[in-house]
């Protein structure tokens, strides 16, 4: 099993980037689990959140892998910068639907269907 | 050449400054304005796109590469460019931008100043995005795209426009999730991102198909996929687009799901060149957004909704022309671009029209309009003839091309159920003419009248487009045949 997961990113045997690449697989999965079996709308947007963290993760993994680290950082410096601006479009969605419905129940948005 | 210099930098400086210019003077003064700026700023996109095409392609040149502010000659420096595909891309975005702006003159009431402010931004995301050689930039154009439309979805608080735009944001979040855990893969294997280079080191390790390569492919697959809303990713599709403010609609039926999606698709095929899961995939994709669209526009009872899931089913088509590979393909998928542009932008005008006269889109209620409203009539029923690809008009070509791609590709059953599909679209599009505007007209429509305007202008407008495209498409063929390409 190791030997396929070293195939993934071309690395030979077992080391700390293999583990690097499960942890942030594991986020991404955590991140979609909550996004999928929470029924509240902040728990939501702290889902996206986790898996766009992990993200990250992995793409300064790719940078400390091809030797090219400077540009990894910079794009995830540019990551975070985007995924607030969402984060922020996002809560402020959720704060308005709370003022419509009174709560931040999902289930309560049931207009659009067919 | 110069000339061209300032073509390609007004694209990205023009939105800027009537961003800036919007938000400078006064509320008041502004807003009586902005709308026309707007529409001003989309016809000059439209005729930079076509100088530039002329002069591009008077020059023989492949793409023209600039930068706004700094040395792209430098050493693995960014920078931007234009090619033709860009160029048509351009052209279309000046177009629906011209017809939603049109419509928001009638349809938006309220915020006008925010709303110019966030169409200025998407069309700076997309200008942005066909023009952007790596795919980290293409990215960050993107999310400019998405975070606009989230917010011009959901900017009227409206219970529907807050409800559409929140699932469109989370699954648009999670289709970046996807996006970028590909560019991860593909960065670690190349070290770069930019196209020329990535997609140089990217074959060289291709050669050897690996776990990571099939990982990468089916995570990029994956999110443009969602970007796009093609069938099994199309559940927010239906619902932001059925929700937003008609103006809104126009605009992301019309352009922001082929920019954000569909040129997504091109840039994937040219990353994994005769990589055999590609055509696959595209295939089946495309094959399941026709035939699952069309069979759930069948069933819909809101107008806005209906051509929503018409929208999913039409972006299949495109998907099968890309799928096959074929310059013969690839030009039916990017006429058919167009041609979905002007015909869903003539359906969401109806739908416009219909609701600022009779006050309804719920089908059930609406009935017997055609000789009440004799120009929407019209204008919907050469939208409808050429979605399903009736000759003479703009649809019928653009199919055609497409279908003869995949014949010619040897994909016979797709292009066999393809063709068929065209018959569920019809059936779709004739229900929907047979609700509004055949039948018996219900007794409280008796007062209702033509629109004016604005509206109406867009309406004509499109028709014409339509089926002049028609018409005039043998010399499109003759001008393809010209440049060696069929």
Redesign the interface.
Known sequence: MWFCLGSVINLPGFGWEIMMLIIGFLLIIAGAYCIIRTYHLLKIIIGMEIAMKAVTLLIILAGLVNGNLALAQSFVITIIVIEVVVAVVAAGIAVSLYKKYGSMEIRNLRKLKG | MPILDYITVSFLVIPLIILVLNNLFSKQFVERINFKLVGVVAILQMALAVAGFSLLSAAHWEDYRFSLLWDWTMEEAGYFAVNSLSLVFLFCIGFVLLVAVLVAKATVEQRKTAFVNLVLTLLLGMNGMVMVRDL?SLY?FL?IV??SS??LV?LF?L??G??????Y??MS??A??FI??G???V??????LQYAQAWADWLS?QGTA???TY?AFILLISGFALKTGVVPFHSWL??AH??ANTAVSILLSGIVIKVAGIYGFIVLTKLFPGFPPVALALRILGLLSIVVGALFAL????FK?LVAYSSVSQMGYILLGLSSGTTLGFLGAMVHIFNHATFKSTLFTNAAALSAQAGTLELGELGGLEKKMPVTGFSSITAFLSTAGIPPLAGFWSKLLIIMALWKSEAEGFAAVALLASILTAAYFLRLQKKVFFGQLPEKFGAVTEIGGSVKFAELMLSAVNIAVGVGFPLILLFFEGRGLL
Do not use: N
């Not at chain 2, 807050?162 to 699932?167: Q, T, W």
């Open positions: 980290f960050v999310e998405g975070i989230f917010v959901a608080q219970e529907t807050l409800e559409g735009a929140f699932k944001l989370v979040s999670l970046t999730v970028l855990t560019l991860a893969f960065f670690m294997q190349t070290g770069s390790v690996q776990l990571y990982l239906p619902d059925q929700s069933r819909q009872t809101h909704r």
